[in-house]
């Protein structure tokens, strides 16, 4: 499967952006999806997951409660809503599939760069 984010920006604190992520390739609704983030100088981290039929959900602590993850596996896309943006949040957000159970992801997305200004 091939994905690619988009929907990145550079926003203010407090504002508001959504990401997507496009797939193509093998069934999108054969994988669990998920987003992780990369700010500059730091390992790259976990943000989100969602399982094959969207009703599995986790965050990391750091968005719980601002950031909303969803799919539809009718168009083939996994989306980020990111509300309450802080300067934490600046880093390059991409998202990444793997077989639903399995240990690793991996399909990966080029990312897109999320720049929140204080």
């Known amino acids: 499967v091939q994905l690619q984010a988009s929907g990145g920006g550079l926003v203010q604190a407090g504002g508001s952006l959504s990401l997507s992520c496009a797939a193509s390739?093998?069934?999108?609704?054969?994988?669990?999806m998920g987003w992780f983030r990369q700010a500059p100088g730091k390992e790259r981290e976990f943000v989100a997951t969602?399982?094959?039929?969207?009703?599995?959900?986790y965050y990391a602590d750091s968005v719980k409660g601002r950031f909303t993850v969803s799919r539809d596996n009718t168009k083939n896309r996994v989306y980020l809503q990111m509300n309450s943006l802080k300067p934490e949040d600046t880093a390059v957000y991409y998202c990444a599939a793997k077989v639903e159970g399995g240990s690793r992801y991996v399909y990966w997305g080029r990312g897109t760069q999320v720049t929140v200004s204080s």
């Open positions: 390739g093998r069934t999108f609704s054969s994988y669990e």
């Open positions: 969602i399982n094959r039929s969207g009703v599995s959900i």
